[in-house]
C-alpha cells in the first residue's frame, strides 16, 4: 500500500512494512462515509479484522507484537472483543513456538449470564504483568475500560499495542495516563 493511502508505520520494521502491504492485498483500509464505534463520523475505515484474520497478516500482526512483548517481559496478553479476539490468539501461538509463552484473555463488554459469569476469560492470575492489544484505537473507550477492569483484578496493565492508531486522541489519552502505547501503523495526513 502506497505512503499516499494514508497508512503510516507506528514501528518502522520489515515486518510493519510488509503488515501494511498486507492491509493494501486484503483491503482493510476504505475511503467513503462510515459511523465508528464511536459514533464519530469518518471519511476512512481500517477493518483491521481483514488483517489480522488473514493468514499472513495473523502471523504478521502475532509476530511484530510479540516482538514487543518479549522485549518487556509480560505474564498475559489481553484485548477487547471483538478486534483482539485474532490478535491475543495469534500472540499465545507465536510466544509457544518461540519458546517464551504468554497466555492470552479477553475482556468482556458485560459479564456473561451464564458458566463462571465472568467478565474475563482466558487465562488471567492476580498480581500479573500484562499487555492489552486491540486492532484499532479511535478514542481509547474500549480499550480504557478493559484496562479498568483488569487493574481491578489486581494486574498491572505495563504495554499497549494497537494495530492502528487512527491518531484521534485514544493514544494520548492513554499516554496521558501513563501507559506504555504502541502502534504498528498509524493514519497519516
Known amino acids: 500500500m502506497e505512503k499516499s493511502s494514508g497508512l503510516g508505520l507506528g514501528i518502522d520494521t520489515e ?30 475505515y481500517f477493518d483491521g479484522k481483514k488483517v489480522t484474520m488473514s493468514p499472513e497478516g495473523a502471523y504478521r500482526v502475532g509476530k511484530a507484537m510479540f516482538d514487543e512483548l518479549a522485549r518487556i517481559g509480560v505474564d498475559a496478553v489481553g484485548g477487547v472483543p471483538v478486534g483482539a479476539y485474532s490478535i491475543v490468539a495469534a500472540i499465545a501461538l507465536i510466544s509457544h513456538l518461540e519458546g517464551k509463552p504468554i497466555p492470552a484473555f479477553i475482556v468482556r463488554e458485560e459479564a456473561k449470564e451464564h458458566g463462571t459469569k465472568s467478565k474475563i476469560e482466558g487465562h488471567l492470575k492476580e498480581g500479573s504483568r500484562v499487555a492489552m492489544v486491540d486492532d484499532v484505537i479511535t478514542t481509547g473507550g474500549s480499550l480504557m475500560r478493559a484496562i479498568k477492569t483488569v487493574e481491578a483484578a489486581d494486574c498491572k496493565v505495563v504495554k499497549i499495542i494497537v494495530l492502528l492508531d487512527r491518531n484521534e486522541g485514544g493514544s494520548g489519552k492513554l499516554k496521558q495516563e501513563g501507559y506504555d502505547f504502541t502502534a504498528l501503523l498509524s493514519i497519516t495526513p
Request: hydrophobic share 35%; glycine share 14%; aromatic share 10%.
Open 15 to 44: 515486518n510493519t512494512r510488509r503488515i501494511r502491504e498486507v492491509a493494501g492485498e486484503v483491503g482493510a483500509f476504505m475511503r467513503g462515509e462510515f459511523i465508528l464505534t464511536s459514533g464519530k463520523k469518518s471519511s476512512y
